[in-house]
């Protein structure tokens, strides 16, 4: 991936160039460069893990959130990024006592 030097846009591969499809910009493409960038081709996908065998205290850490199925307040959380990068993380729920699972995203 690159960026435009003039606007700052992600600029597309045409042949032998980068084109900024925002301002015009051209930029000559480095087979160097292009070599070091890391890709997601190839790699494995994330998988859901099944935590329904494991320990209460390999769960991980826990916080005051209120389930909202038995109205517990302690629950085991996880924050994942699955917006854009400029968005806030989504935080994951899991209550200590039921077990229901819920998600809270900012507004």
């Not at 070091?36 to 769960?59: I, P």
């Not at 826990?62 to 806030?88: H, V």
């Amino acid at each position: 991936m690159e960026f435009c030097d003039d606007c700052g846009s992600m600029m597309k591969t045409e042949g032998d160039m980068w084109l900024c499809s925002s301002c015009g910009a051209e930029k000559a493409r480095s087979a160097e460069s292009e070599e070091m960038a890391v890709t997601t081709q190839g790699q494995e996908s994330s998988e859901v893990v099944d935590t329904s065998e494991v320990d209460v205290e390999d769960m991980g850490p826990t916080t005051g959130a209120r389930c909202p199925e038995c109205g517990n307040e302690r629950a085991f959380y996880e924050m994942k990024q699955i917006r854009a990068a400029d968005e806030s993380e989504t935080r994951f729920f899991t209550c200590t006592e039921c077990e229901h699972k819920w998600r809270e995203d900012d507004h």
